[in-house]
């Protein structure tokens, strides 16, 4: 018997609901200390997760919670393309 393949669980850094890896969208920051979202998942670098709602962005940014996980300062303009992107891929 195949037992059913695991679905990776990850956490919206926004609103803090667990959600499938595929309905995320990961920020990364790379080894060069540059933010940005990662539409498909496989750029190299440390992740952070947060839905595809642009208002889950907001909320993370509100909180600091995306600054948090990478432990440094993101600008305003890194937030405002990455919800620009967002919203584009809507």
Same mark, same amino acid.
């Given at each position: 018997?195949? &037992? =059913?393949?695991? %679905?990776?669980?990850?956490?919206?850094?926004?609103? *803090? #609901? !667990?959600? =499938?890896?595929? /309905? $995320?969208?990961?920020?990364?920051?790379?080894? @060069?200390? !540059?933010?940005? $979202? @990662?539409?498909? *998942?496989? &750029?190299?670098?440390? *992740?952070?997760?947060?839905?595809?709602?642009?208002?889950? $962005?907001? $909320?993370?940014?509100?909180?600091?919670? %995306? #600054?948090?996980?990478?432990?440094?300062?993101?600008? @305003?303009?890194?937030? /405002?393309?990455? +919800?620009? +992107?967002?919203?584009?891929? /809507?």
């Amino acid at each position: 018997m195949l &037992k =059913p393949k695991k %679905i990776p669980m990850r956490m919206c850094t926004g609103c *803090g #609901e !667990n959600k =499938p890896k595929k /309905e $995320l969208v990961r920020v990364v920051r790379d080894k @060069d200390g !540059n933010v940005s $979202l @990662d539409l498909t *998942g496989k &750029k190299a670098g440390r *992740g952070a997760y947060v839905c595809k709602n642009p208002a889950c $962005l907001r $909320l993370a940014r509100k909180n600091r919670r %995306i #600054e948090r996980s990478f432990s440094m300062k993101i600008p @305003d303009e890194v937030y /405002e393309s990455m +919800e620009k +992107e967002l919203e584009e891929n /809507e």
